[in-house]
């Protein structure tokens, strides 16, 4: 399986910036990055995915380290409904593999 | 537009008893189908995936099997249920692995 590494928890204050990690380091060379975040008892929901270049959205914006060892989530202005847990995933082939997530706690 | 369906919402099964959990897609043709396990306060187990109709990969051994007798239709089963088949079940689709993945709402399943 694809591996990825996440811290389980972060903070954040309401209508700040909110930069994510994510370690990858056993990356193959086809594997894209994917991001997702899920509330309690819901579905996750796709956040953004790239191959090499770093990509933005209208939800966030995700920075691919020049050796695609690592990446970060970036959302911009973190708002209280931002706070879900932020699972990093490669997709190797036809599979996702999800790792334990980061738990965001939005502080108003 | 593309929709996933899944139900039921929530199952309570008893230990032994067959389970049929059932998940349709609308709007896309040929998707990639996925069926993961979350259990409680842990991240999602990708379970079973199919390309077609017909194809399934199992990617954990386990007492469940997955069918997939239509193009967008993707079946999840159990002959015996076990206390430890408890869990939120959760269907997807996507189109490739290069590309978003959609989740259903999800079937949180309890075995007694």
């Known amino acids: 399986d694809a591996k990825t590494t996440q811290p389980n928890s972060m903070e954040s204050n309401e209508e700040e910036p909110v930069h994510l990690p994510c370690n990858h380091s056993?990356?193959?060379?086809?594997?894209?990055i994917h991001w997702y975040r899920q509330l309690p008892s819901q579905g996750p929901e796709y956040v953004i995915h790239?191959?090499?270049s770093n990509v933005n959205n209208r939800m966030a914006s995700l920075a691919i380290a020049e050796d695609r060892k690592s990446s970060t989530l970036i959302l911009h202005r973190a708002t209280l409904r931002d706070a879900a847990v932020y699972y990093c995933?490669?997709?190797?082939?036809?599979?996702?593999?999800f790792g334990t997530g980061t738990s965001l706690t939005v502080i108003p | 537009s593309q929709t996933i369906h899944q139900w039921p919402a929530t199952l309570v099964q008893p230990v032994g008893s067959p389970l049929s959990l059932e998940c349709t897609v609308e709007?896309?043709?040929?998707?990639?189908l996925y069926w993961y396990r979350q259990a409680a306060g842990r991240g999602l187990q990708l379970l079973f995936y199919?390309?077609?109709?017909?194809?399934i990969s199992s990617e954990v051994p386990q007492n469940l099997s997955a069918s997939r007798p239509q193009d967008r239709q993707f079946i999840l089963s159990s002959k015996k249920l076990l206390l430890s088949d408890s869990g939120f079940y959760l269907c997807?689709?996507?189109?490739?692995?290069?590309?978003?993945?959609?989740f259903g709402q999800g079937t949180r399943l309890t075995v007694v």
């Open positions: 995933i490669l997709s190797a082939g036809n599979q996702f593999y």
């Open positions: 199919s390309v077609g109709i017909g194809q």
């Open positions: 790239g191959l090499t």
């Open positions: 997807a689709w996507s189109t490739s692995g290069h590309t978003e993945a959609f």
């Open positions: 056993t990356i193959s060379g086809t594997d894209y």
């Open positions: 709007g896309t043709s040929n998707p990639n």
